[in-house]
């Protein structure tokens, strides 16, 4: 990809400015206020992950003014639409004129912002999606990882498919099953990249004796499985996964039940994160299990207000009426980050600096440590992204109708405490 750090050298060596969206070079003056772009799924079937959005934006708006920080939030909605993500960063970068991109919460609206601040020269971090579908679609031919290259100006912090794979595994070997998995896998940069043959979640699975049935990709907001149902009754599939947005979720769940189909272990990404969404399935939600990115259990402390995750969770609750939700954790982060960022920069409006900044982060946040130093991570990934640590979880039926997300297996990240073990469907 194209280093903008080049060509302001050669500019200068001519004699003449680049610039850059619209900009002229070098950057605005040292004491101008410093403008953030936050897009995120607000509106439409991935909005759940956007929940805690205003209470982060709040938070950091008062610590910000204690700090004594001269900083914007300009906030947009991707509507859960990747073309509307797009645009959203277009008009922070070209309309608002920010500083700094955050962008969370699924490759539908992390991808197109990502990609439009890196042609735009604007630092951006991101967070809230597997790395793999975060990075590797991001590039000009995901099919072939001699031509993949790393980012100038965009980062990412989150888990990877490899991680995935072990905490599921991970949970269903504490169940009596035949390793038979149904694989719901949508047609999106998400199902794309899980069910990918080659770089997907099923060579993980089969390393570990289970054995994967893909009945091929479906479109999103989809009414009826009874095709994937079929195929997974034929199969005699003792397990579900996939990556599956909420409401299709449900559709199956339910689609499901009607016909007859009856696994031991449900265990799905995306779709049964957030409590409204197990809510609404009531008793059938009873020990659906998932990844677990962050709860009140961890044992992490923000740096932002050092307030530990179970303090943080508690002031949401206590703030919205709210129970806990796993996206409370990383999109508090996302501001820990900025913050961080704008104060270690020495001019927090050169792009080239705050990438530069960014790319040095080494920071204890709240939902662990953030550096982008490579740690488990492949060379051609090792410059832009950091993984941050994976559990798994299931939910409980509580006897008021409410359900609690318990961590029934910590073997991919020890520090994070167990609350129970991994329980079959009943």
Same mark, same amino acid.
């Given at each position: 990809?194209?280093?903008?750090?080049k060509?302001?050298?050669?500019g200068?060596?001519?004699g003449?400015?680049?610039?850059?969206?619209?900009l002229?070079?070098?950057a605005?003056?040292? /004491?101008t206020?410093?403008?953030?772009?936050?897009?995120?799924?607000?509106?439409?079937?991935l909005?759940g992950?956007a929940e805690?959005?205003?209470?982060?934006l709040?938070?950091f708006?008062?610590?910000?003014?204690?700090?004594?920080?001269?900083?914007?939030?300009?906030?947009?909605?991707?509507?859960?639409?990747?073309?509307?993500?797009?645009?959203?960063?277009q #008009?922070?970068?070209?309309?608002?004129?920010?500083?700094?991109?955050l962008?969370?919460?699924t490759?539908?609206?992390?991808?197109p912002?990502?990609?439009?601040?890196?042609?735009?020269?604007?630092?951006?971090?991101?967070?809230?999606?597997?790395?793999q579908?975060?990075?590797?679609?991001?590039?000009?031919?995901?099919? =072939?990882?001699?031509?993949?290259r790393?980012?100038?100006y965009?980062?990412?912090?989150?888990?990877?498919?490899?991680?995935?794979i072990?905490?599921f595994?991970?949970?269903w070997?504490?169940?009596?099953?035949?390793?038979k998995?149904?694989?719901?896998?949508?047609?999106d940069a998400?199902?794309?990249?899980?069910?990918?043959?080659?770089n997907g979640?099923?060579?993980?699975?089969?390393?570990?004796g289970?054995?994967?049935v893909d009945?091929?990709?479906?479109q999103?907001?989809?009414?009826?499985?009874?095709a994937q149902?079929?195929a997974f009754?034929?199969?005699?599939?003792?397990?579900?996964? /996939?990556?599956v947005?909420?409401p =299709?979720?449900?559709?199956?769940?339910?689609?499901?039940?009607?016909q007859?189909?009856s696994?031991?272990?449900i265990?799905?990404a995306k779709?049964i994160?957030f409590?409204?969404?197990?809510?609404t399935?009531g008793?059938? /939600?009873?020990?659906?299990s998932?990844?677990?990115w962050?709860?009140?259990?961890?044992?992490?402390?923000?740096?932002?207000?050092g307030?530990?995750?179970?303090?943080?969770a508690?002031?949401?609750?206590?703030?919205t009426?709210?129970?806990w939700?796993q996206p409370?954790?990383?999109?508090?982060?996302?501001? #820990?980050?900025?913050?961080?960022v704008i104060?270690?920069a020495?001019?927090?409006?050169?792009?080239?600096?705050?990438?530069?900044?960014i790319?040095?982060?080494?920071?204890?946040?709240?939902?662990?440590r953030?550096?982008f130093?490579g740690?488990?991570?492949?060379?051609?990934?090792?410059?832009n992204?950091?993984?941050t640590?994976?559990?798994?979880?299931?939910?409980?039926?509580? #006897? =008021?109708?409410?359900?609690?997300?318990?961590?029934?297996?910590n073997?991919t990240?020890?520090?994070i405490?167990?609350?129970?073990?991994?329980?079959a469907?009943?």
């Amino acid at each position: 990809m194209i280093n903008r750090r080049k060509l302001l050298k050669t500019g200068a060596a001519a004699g003449f400015a680049v610039s850059a969206g619209g900009l002229a070079m070098p950057a605005l003056a040292q /004491g101008t206020r410093i403008k953030i772009g936050y897009v995120s799924p607000q509106s439409g079937p991935l909005a759940g992950f956007a929940e805690s959005d205003t209470f982060a934006l709040e938070m950091f708006k008062r610590v910000a003014a204690e700090k004594g920080m001269d900083v914007e939030v300009v906030v947009k909605d991707s509507q859960s639409n990747p073309n509307r993500a797009a645009d959203a960063a277009q #008009e922070l970068v070209i309309e608002d004129g920010v500083h700094l991109m955050l962008v969370a919460s699924t490759p539908e609206t992390t991808n197109p912002v990502t990609t439009v601040c890196e042609n735009e020269f604007i630092p951006c971090i991101s967070t809230m999606a597997p790395w793999q579908p975060w990075f590797i679609g991001q590039q000009g031919n995901p099919g =072939d990882p001699a031509s993949w290259r790393p980012f100038d100006y965009a980062f990412h912090y989150f888990w990877g498919l490899e991680d995935v794979i072990a905490v599921f595994t991970n949970m269903w070997d504490q169940l009596d099953t035949n390793k038979k998995v149904a694989g719901l896998f949508p047609n999106d940069a998400d199902g794309n990249a899980w069910g990918d043959p080659q770089n997907g979640v099923a060579p993980g699975f089969a390393q570990d004796g289970y054995e994967t049935v893909d009945p091929g990709r479906y479109q999103n907001l989809t009414d009826d499985f009874s095709a994937q149902i079929n195929a997974f009754k034929q199969a005699n599939c003792d397990i579900v996964t /996939g990556v599956v947005i909420p409401p =299709d979720f449900t559709t199956f769940r339910n689609q499901a039940a009607q016909q007859g189909f009856s696994p031991k272990a449900i265990t799905v990404a995306k779709a049964i994160l957030f409590p409204q969404s197990v809510e609404t399935l009531g008793e059938s /939600g009873h020990n659906l299990s998932s990844e677990v990115w962050w709860s009140r259990n961890h044992p992490f402390t923000s740096s932002l207000t050092g307030q530990s995750c179970a303090a943080l969770a508690a002031d949401f609750t206590e703030t919205t009426g709210r129970p806990w939700t796993q996206p409370i954790g990383y999109i508090h982060s996302l501001f #820990e980050m900025a913050a961080n960022v704008i104060e270690r920069a020495d001019d927090p409006t050169d792009p080239d600096g705050v990438a530069e900044t960014i790319a040095a982060t080494d920071l204890e946040t709240i939902v662990g440590r953030i550096a982008f130093n490579g740690e488990g991570l492949p060379p051609f990934a090792a410059t832009n992204v950091c993984k941050t640590p994976l559990v798994g979880g299931q939910w409980r039926r509580q #006897e =008021d109708g409410s359900f609690e997300l318990l961590v029934v297996d910590n073997q991919t990240a020890p520090d994070i405490p167990t609350q129970g073990s991994m329980e079959a469907l009943s």
